[in-house]
């Protein structure tokens, strides 16, 4: 059983950066790969960014390329999303995700994941 617990969610201006977080409690399970999804309201989860964690390959939305910045401490079993020029449509609430079964990698693709943080919500303002 893994628990991934996300924080760094606030309420920011357009042209802004935040940082969030995702600490995962269980660090005797593997965990392949970690990602970042984002849901608003009325919309669909959408992938964000995921990284594989033993090679560090990092695949984004390419809404968010240049933009945001995924990265993981392995040691910690800690990810990151670094997240620059805030735009009013990135407003949504953000969830950690992570897959240790080995299953194969679809980085952005929901159904690949199984294991869900709660959220945290991140606003920008228009």
């Known amino acids: 059983q893994v628990q991934l617990v996300e924080s760094g969610g606030d309420s920011v201006q357009a042209g802004g950066s935040l940082r969030l977080s995702c600490a995962a409690t269980?660090?005797?399970?593997?965990?392949?790969?970690m990602g970042w999804f984002r849901e608003a309201p009325g919309k669909e989860r959408e992938g964000v960014a995921s990284?594989?964690?033993?090679?560090?390959?990092?695949v984004y939305a390419d809404s968010v390329k240049g933009r945001f910045i995924i990265s993981v401490d392995a040691a910690n079993n800690t990810l990151s999303l670094q997240m620059n020029s805030l735009k009013p449509e990135d407003t949504a609430m953000y969830y950690c995700?992570?897959?240790?079964?080995?299953?194969?990698?679809?980085?952005?693709?929901?159904?690949?994941?199984?294991?869900w943080g709660q959220g945290t919500q991140v606003t920008v303002p228009s």
């Open positions: 995700a992570a897959e240790t079964a080995g299953r194969r990698w679809l980085p952005l693709d929901r159904s690949s994941y199984n294991y």
């Open positions: 269980q660090r005797t399970v593997r965990i392949y790969y």
């Open positions: 990284i594989y964690t033993s090679i560090s390959n990092k």
